[in-house]
């Protein structure tokens, strides 16, 4: 297994608690990862120790076979990208925002232009690439916040619920297109979702978070038809 990841006696603590335990996790390159858990869980905690933007405690967390504490912020920032809730999109056309990383990072105008046109037509924003962010709807905003990610052309690509802001139809469709995206991409991702349908569905395994503690890590069915403990057993159940 070529390994990204690994995560190994994980503590997080936020506001002097206990936020997130992990004791041992692998994560494969190439790999969508689902993570759920009820609200509150840690799930969010997970995405924001590997973006390390939330330092540990105790334990560590490799990238590629390195200590994140040994990478520098800026090297280990181009690595990845980040897919919010809320599309944070800049008062801007659809084209300007989805090639602003691509400008932060001193990528010349003639390449940004084909960079961004690429991944516009990627998430079916193309036609929309001189309207103004705030004209959009919210699927329309999700997808091109997703454009934005993936035209940095991240080794790890983190989101966190990033349809739960949008209608169900708009959500049904989206995900369809990105978990097609992510089959034919073979990025490495890892997606934050209270839904196990959902999860099921974008992911190649899904790890369930509860009470601050990674519980369970399998492929869908296997974890439905065997939760780990009774906490497991009990979310599944109301979902």
């Known amino acids: 297994m070529n390994k990204l990841i690994t995560i190994r006696d994980l503590l997080i603590r936020r ?24 609200n509150g869980a840690g799930k969010s905690t997970l995405l924001l120790s590997l973006a390390h933007l939330l330092k540990p405690a105790k334990g560590e967390v490799k990238y590629d076979g390195k200590y994140l504490r040994e990478w520098s912020e800026l090297e280990y920032r181009r690595k990845i990208a980040f897919v919010f809730q809320d599309p944070l999109l800049m008062d801007m056309t659809v084209e300007e925002n989805v090639a602003l990383g691509l400008k932060f990072r001193g990528v010349d105008k003639a390449e940004s232009h084909i960079r961004a046109e690429k ?20 699927g329309e905003a999700q997808r091109v916040s997703l454009a934005r990610a993936f035209v940095l052309d991240p080794e790890l690509l983190l989101m966190d619920e990033p349809f739960s802001a949008v209608d169900p139809q ?70």
């Open 15 to 38: 506001n002097h608690r206990d936020a997130l335990r992990v004791d041992s996790l692998d994560i494969p390159r190439g790999e969508t990862l689902a993570v759920v858990g009820p």
């Open 119 to 138: 991944w516009m037509t990627a998430m079916g924003v193309d036609s929309l690439a001189k309207r103004r962010a705030g004209q959009l709807s919210g």
């Open 170 to 239: 708009t959500r049904g469709q989206l995900m369809k297109d990105l978990s097609e995206l992510l089959s034919h991409d073979h990025r490495t991702t890892i997606f934050v979702t209270h839904n196990l349908k959902e999860a099921a569905q974008m992911g190649d395994r899904v790890a369930v978070v509860i009470g601050g503690e990674l519980k369970q890590v399998g492929v869908p069915n296997h974890i439905k038809g065997n939760p780990i403990d009774e906490s497991v057993r009990k979310f599944l159940k109301e979902l």
